[in-house]
């Protein structure tokens, strides 16, 4: 117990690296999503395809043998990139298939007449989805948005086993100097639900607050 | 153009979509139908013509970098027949495969027994008894809060120095089943939650207990709805067992990183268990797309509406006996768009 009263700053500079890790994938997942969304539902059918490519890939992996191919194996080919813009383009890409996934399910959930609409007024495909569909897309998909948030917070600990020190990994070091692995263990599940629990609350308010009256 | 309750017929949707005087027919239709979407117009031919312009940029690009990305590893000799000839050697295919079948019984072994408890605890959340609720609640927020990664590291090395000591397939599958119970009972939930509460008052109505309208209603057509969600969950399952990776649990992984430092071939060694986690997850979506795809159309002789959607109850419909009676099996037509 005392063991982790002592090290409060060890399990404060992990959480630290969580966050930026979790913010910054979150944005390339977000980005990632967008793209690969519009290109599922664009008319250029090659894009569709590359979305669909990319989409049943990524995330047909498990996300720990992306982090190592691309940690021990790109390198290989002499691309080598810091552990963490590694680890944020790895999450960030995978939680993008995802959010990408939402998107479009959000999107065919937008009744039929708003792109009507939108058609019947001369907008393109960019502009209709861009101005009328996506928009409405993005408030119907927010639970499952905030839902994939708290996963990514979640799946930052697959960034210990390369040796990145966010807080799962923190937590191990701690372990190896100063044995108590129930104690500490259990001190960084309770950081980990300092951050994911509110996030619940967090998705219904911004839920709330974007909601479209239809 | 309308079928006699008023919803427009394929037919009309697609002239409405497209403008073409005669849709295609038979089976050719089927695949129209399905990429109809009022998002675009089908492409013209300029259209047609620029998208093959820009797909023929794409791909020389793709190509390129292909190219590229070849010479470096080619350079770097990772494309020397040496570094891929353990994909060949018997004895090693045998121990990835091995570590495959260990993949698959943590995965499956956790699975079901996830899928039990998830069954119960999202039960246990509409029980009438509220501290029953509280506890499937609190346990369920528990172990979706908090990594999995972190909690197979808590049961690797923290339940050895409680006393418990268990062989490291049975700490794999305790990880994956704790956290995935939570996950189950999450999609049970929904799909409870889902039903009309006509369903639930009907069974109360006939007399029926918790237990008895829980066993008899409202579960079997919960689970129905969310068969292609407790598959896909699965998938993520499967996933998620390669973090024994770190007990370390000989599974596919652990055992594709023994194989790649073995045989010098890191990088090859990846590649090789990255396709075989893809062969198998999308097998296994391919199969959810497939029973979503099925529950869709009402199965024969039964007046099944899609998932999500009442079924033709035509009291439900707010339409009462005196409205048009939608004809049996009139599904809301799937969108498209």
């Known amino acids: 117990m005392n063991v982790v009263f002592d090290h409060l700053d060890v399990f404060g500079s992990g959480l630290w690296i969580t966050l930026q890790l979790t913010a910054l994938s979150y944005l390339l997942a977000l980005g990632v999503g967008v793209v690969v969304a519009t290109m599922r539902v664009c008319p250029a059918a090659p894009l569709r395809a590359a979305g669909l490519v990319y989409v049943e890939t990524v995330r ?18 002499g691309v080598k990139y810091s552990l963490f813009v590694s680890a944020v383009v790895v999450l960030g890409g995978y939680t993008g298939t995802f959010v990408a996934e939402a998107l479009r399910s959000g999107i065919s959930a937008v009744p039929l007449g708003q792109a009507e609409a939108a058609r019947s007024l001369g907008m393109t495909f960019g502009t209709t989805l861009r101005h009328v569909v996506l928009p409405q897309a993005i408030r119907t998909v927010i639970p499952p ?37 129930v104690w500490i263990y259990f001190a960084a599940a309770a ?22 009256a239809r | 153009m309308t079928a006699p309750s008023g919803r427009p017929t394929a037919r009309h949707r697609a002239r409405r979509l497209f403008g073409r005087r005669n849709p295609p027919t038979g089976p050719a239709r089927q695949r129209y139908l399905r990429r109809a979407t009022v998002l675009y117009d089908e492409p013209g031919p300029r259209a047609r013509f620029w998208i093959g312009v820009g797909s023929a940029v794409g791909l020389a690009l793709v190509a390129l970098v292909v190219v590229v990305a070849l010479r470096r590893l080619d350079a770097n000799h ?22 495959l079948l260990n993949t698959l019984k943590a995965a499956a072994v956790a699975g079901a027994l996830a899928l039990a408890i998830g069954c119960l605890l999202a039960v246990g959340r509409h029980a009438p008894r509220a501290p029953v609720r509280v506890v499937a609640a609190g346990y369920t927020y528990l172990w979706l809060a908090i990594p999995l990664l972190l909690l197979i590291y808590f049961i690797g090395l923290g339940l050895p120095t409680l006393g418990v000591d268990l062989p490291l397939f049975w700490f794999l599958v305790l990880g994956l089943t704790l956290y995935n119970s939570a996950v189950f009972a999450e999609i049970f939930r929904t799909g409870l939650v889902s039903l009309h509460p006509g369903q639930r008052e009907a069974a109360a109505a006939l007399g029926l207990g918790f237990w008895q309208s829980m066993r008899l209603v409202q579960l079997p057509q919960a689970v129905r709805r969310m068969v292609p969600s407790l598959v896909s969950q699965f998938v993520v399952l499967l996933k998620d067992s390669s973090l024994g990776f770190v007990l370390p649990y000989p599974e ?27 062969a198998v997850n999308a097998s296994l979506s391919y199969l959810a797309r497939r029973i979503e795809a099925g529950q869709r159309r009402p199965l024969a002789g039964t007046p099944a509406g899609p998932p999500g959607a009442p079924g033709p109850l035509v009291i439900d419909a707010g339409v009462g006996l005196a409205g048009p009676v939608a004809p049996v099996g009139a599904a809301p037509d799937g969108r498209s768009a």
């Open chain 1, 60 to 77: 047909n992996t498990p996300p720990l043998v992306l982090i190592l191919l691309f940690v021990y194996g790109l390198p290989k080919t």
């Open chain 1, 145 to 181: 948005l905030g839902q994939l948030l708290s996963a990514l917070v979640r799946n930052t600990s697959l960034a210990a086993p390369i040796g990145l020190l966010e807080l799962t990994a923190r937590a191990g070091q701690l372990n190896t100097s100063e044995p108590d692995p």
């Open chain 1, 191 to 212: 950081t980990y639900m300092i951050v994911t629990l509110p996030l619940g609350a967090l998705t219904r308010l911004v839920e709330r607050r974007v909601a479209v």
């Open chain 2, 78 to 99: 990772q494309l020397d027949r040496d570094r891929w000839e353990f994909v060949t050697d018997p004895a090693i295919l045998r121990f990835l495969g091995l570590g």
């Open chain 2, 252 to 278: 596919l992984l652990r055992r594709g990183q023994i194989t790649g430092l073995f045989t010098h071939s890191v990088l090859q060694a990846y590649v090789v268990v990255a396709a075989v986690y893809i």
